[in-house]
Structures are given as structure tokens and as C-alpha cells.
């Protein structure tokens, strides 16, 4: 049986629509845009190989004391691995025998890369034109826990200060390097996170106009293959013909291992037959067709699976970057060494755990015994049930809110953290996006759109406000 959620009277601020009117208010008067204006300045950028002090600092000095006013008990934590980002863990206990929500955002951001952003904008400044609001961590995630929490204060406000349940709000400095250290600081302070229930606001909905809930994300493996032939480039003339080239080599070898029209071949790596409930799930999801989506191409990926089913419920294995001699400027050398960037996306199932040995056994069989493989990250697939009580419960939420259908992804196609949560702590974990596909999250001009913050800030506000109704699946 579904839960219900009855409107109530506009007039009434303690009510549901009193509480969505507490988080338009603060939308409306300039309160995230203040907020922002303040995060977006502190260049926590996490994936330049050290940790800069504007990452403790944004958690200590900006999230600490928001928090702390709204009557959280915050701790900074170190990071169990040697070279990890801190941690915040706020807490607010109403009783102890109460259930407990965990919220989770992350307070890093990728490089800033400022020569890259458009004339008139700049990474670390909020520069507002229309509907879209630039700067390095607006949609990604800066603005979405702000969004968050605005919307858990106002569901306080409206509830004359007492929720009915527990929040705990965990904030990591290494998302956009891998998490690392995330999955052993949930089972260090398994205590300290212990919950009912997870929530997190990460990744973009499925497009620009549709109120999105996902389940859970695709996994990801990168891994590098290389092969050095000798010490030194030899003329292409003197030498071509009798000295094998790494970079032909090695494009063989990759040929061997993804088609021509993209199709994944190595035998052990491949998705598990997509289910009834699944394919059914992502039917009707739509893909690309925002003004500033790429068309898709005809013919590309697993042949007899439809987009949403290639993106969402298969695996797929990408060439992120070619190297071999002097791109930009060649010369009629046979280069000594070449190297490929590759990545494996997957989905739950996925012998993802072998990919180095089930690789090497593959390149092995095709006489590509000296390619090398190295394995450099790794983040695991998740998805929670369909079946879960709380998927309908948070679509029926949201719905109530937005008047609007709610897309149901199974799981990201893209990869978060869940499994620190869905595995390690064993929580259902539900993500609303507050982002869109083409907001120029990790590339320049990355940018949160007004609107989707704006319906954002009502949807979260109206669950966190029914989280304290009877009848949820607590």
C-alpha cells in the first residue's frame, strides 16, 4: 500500500504548504544566491593531486556554523587514509528512539580551470545571467546540499522546531577524487552514521523538465593499458617497416577488446540480461533532447537494447585518452611507448572485482601479451529494489509537490559514492538531483538553474516535511 500525503491549508505556516512556502521564501529573497555567493568562493578543488586548505575550510568555517544554528552538535573528522580529505558529521538528536535520516553532500569541486570559462564569467564567483547561476560547484555540489539543508531548516521552522526524527548530515572533501577514504570512515563511525534512511542530492535528472529519483548508480573501473617498446623514437624511414610501432600495437589490441560500433567484446565483463522489472523501469525514460544535448548516434552500443536500457541498465567501456608521440606536433619517428585511459562502466552484477585479470586473459588470447594493465580506480554499482516501500513513498512525495511525474531511474548512469551507504552502513538510499544533463558540471560554465533550484527547494522541503507524517516506512 502506497503512502499518502494530504494538502493542507496555504494559510497555516505550520503545514505542508506553509513549510514549501518557508523554502520559496528563502529562494525568492536571495537566499541561496547569498549562500552561494559565499561557498563558491572557496576553491575546494579536490583532484589536483593535494589538499588545498579551502577544503577543511569550507566544511569548519561555512558549514560548520550554518549547521550549528540549526541546532546540529558538529564534529570535523580526520580521514582514515593517509592523504584523504576531512570529514563533517553534524548531528541532531530529538530522541534517541526516534528514527534517523542521513543527508550527505560534498564540499570539493573539480579544477576550476579558469582560462577555460567564457569571457565575463569566473569559477569562483556566482555570475547570475537569466535563468542560470555560474560557478564551480553550483550545480555540483555546493548548490545541491544547499538546497538540501535550506529545505530541512525550512521543514524545522515549520514544525515549531521539532521534526519528529534524527538527522544526521555527513559532508565529504574527496568526491571528485574517488571518495577516497569515504568507505572506511562509514564502517570506522558505523555508530556515528547509524540511520534509517539515506537521502543525497548529486548528479543531473534525467532532463531539463522532469523531477527525477535515482536508486543508486552505475559502477566505474579506470584502467590504463600500455605497452613500451624500446628506449627512444627511431626514423620512420631507416626504421619503419622492421621496428614494431607501440601506438598501432596498442590500437589493435583496443580493437579486440570494443568493436567498431562500440560494442564491449571482452568475454566476463559484460552485463547481466537485463529484468523485466528493470526494462520496464527505464522504458520510458527520456534521453538527450535538451537544446544543448548531443544527438545521438544511430547504430552505437549493444545492438538490440534501446538508448535508456544502453545508458542505464548495460556496461560499457570507454577510450578516455590516446597518447603516442607529439600530438600537436608529429615528426617521422616511430614513437617508443603508447598509452590508453580507459574506463568500464557497469551495473550491479558485473564481475567488475576481476576486470584486471579477465583484461590481461583477454589480450593474452589475441597475442597481446606485453600490453600492460593498471588499475587506478574503482567505485562500485548499486541500486536499491523497486520493491522498496520507500521508492513509492518518495514518488508519491514528490509528486504531491510538483504535480508533475516523477522519472524513477533504477539506478545513475553516471557513478556516486552509494555503496559507502547502500553496503557498508546498509541503508536505502533515495537521490533527488537538483541539476539538469547540461549544466556544465566537472567542464567551464558550469551553472545551477534558477528554476530547477526553485522546485528543488519545494520538493525536498515537502519530503522532509512528510518524513515526520504517519505512515512512512521508518
Known amino acids: 500500500m502506497h503512502a499518502t500525503f ?8 505550520h503545514s505542508r504548504k506553509g513549510c514549501i512556502s518557508h523554502a520559496i521564501a528563502y529562494f525568492e529573497q536571495g537566499g541561496l544566491l547569498r549562500d552561494l555567493r559565499r561557498r563558491i568562493a572557496y576553491q575546494s578543488e579536490s583532484d589536483q593531486g593535494e589538499l588545498p586548505p579551502a577544503l577543511a575550510a569550507y566544511l569548519q ?21 593517509d592523504g584523504g580529505g576531512p570529514f563533517l558529521v553534524a548531528r541532531r538528536i530529538e530522541d534517541v528512539s ?25 569559477p569562483w564567483r556566482v555570475v547570475v545571467e537569466g535563468e542560470r547561476w555560474y560557478g564551480r560547484g553550483t550545480a555540483d555540489n555546493k548548490g545541491q546540499h544547499s538546497i538540501s539543508l535550506a529545505s530541512l531548516q525550512a521543514a524545522i521552522n515549520a514544525r515549531g522546531g521539532s521534526l519528529g526524527y534524527n538527522v544526521t548530515v555527513l559532508l565529504e572533501s574527496g568526491e571528485e577524487a574517488g571518495s577516497p577514504g569515504l568507505l572506511e570512515f562509514c564502517d570506522k563511525h558505523r555508530d556515528l552514521l547509524s540511520a534509517d534512511l539515506f537521502i543525497g ?3 543531473p535528472r534525467i ?21 613500451d617498446c624500446r628506449e ?27 568493436n567498431a560500433q562500440g560494442v564491449m567484446l571482452v568475454d566476463g565483463l559484460h552485463a547481466p540480461a537485463i529484468s523485466p522489472e528493470i526494462r520496464n523501469a527505464v522504458s520510458n525514460l527520456p534521453i538527450a533532447g535538451g537544446s544543448n544535448d548531443p544527438a545521438l548516434d544511430e547504430g552505437w552500443g549493444e545492438p538490440g537494447l534501446t538508448p535508456p536500457e544502453r545508458l542505464i541498465a548495460w556496461n560499457t567501456m570507454e577510450v578516455l585518452a590516446l597518447a603516442s608521440g607529439n600530438g600537436t606536433r608529429p615528426v617521422n619517428a616511430i614513437p617508443p611507448r603508447a598509452v590508453a585511459h580507459c574506463q568500464l562502466r557497469f551495473v550491479v552484477g558485473t564481475q567488475w572485482e576481476r576486470l584486471e585479470e579477465l583484461i590481461r586473459d583477454h589480450l593474452q588470447l589475441h597475442g597481446f601479451q606485453d600490453v600492460k594493465i593498471k588499475v587506478s580506480m574503482a567505485t562500485a554499482a548499486t541500486r536499491l529494489d523497486l520493491s522498496n516501500p520507500w521508492v513509492p513513498w518518495c514518488v508519491n512525495s514528490l509528486r504531491l509537490t510538483t504535480s508533475q511525474p516523477i522519472a524513477v531511474m533504477p539506478n545513475l548512469a ?23 544533463p547540461a549544466c556544465g558540471q566537472h567542464g567551464p560554465n558550469e551553472h545551477l538553474l534558477a528554476p530547477i533550484a526553485r522546485q528543488g527547494l519545494e520538493m525536498m522541503a515537502g519530503l522532509y516535511w512528510d518524513l515526520g507524517e504517519p505512515g512512512s516506512p521508518w
Open 98 to 122: 526516534l528514527p534517523t535520516v542521513l543527508l550527505y553532500g560534498h564540499g570539493d569541486v573539480v579544477s576550476g580551470a579558469p582560462s577555460s570559462w567564457r569571457a565575463g564569467l569566473d
Open 6 to 13: 494530504a494538502p493542507s491549508s496555504p494559510a497555516d505556516p
Open 201 to 203: 542530492c548529486d548528479g
Open 232 to 258: 627512444g623514437a627511431f626514423h620512420s624511414g631507416n626504421w619503419g617497416g622492421v621496428l614494431r610501432n607501440p601506438a598501432t600495437v596498442l590500437a589493435n589490441a583496443i580493437a579486440t577488446m570494443i
Open 207 to 227: 532532463s531539463i523538465d522532469q523531477p527525477t529519483l535515482f536508486l543508486g548508480s552505475r559502477g566505474m573501473v579506470n584502467f590504463t593499458l600500455s605497452l
Open 414 to 436: 553516471g557513478s556516486i559514492p552509494n555503496a559507502a551507504f547502500s553496503e557498508v552502513l546498509g541503508l536505502p538510499t533515495l537521490w533527488i538531483p537538483h541539476s539538469y
Open 61 to 81: 568555517d561555512e558549514m560548520g556554523p550554518y549547521l550549528t544554528a540549526m541546532g546540529f552538535s558538529v564534529q570535523m573528522l580526520p580521514n582514515p587514509i
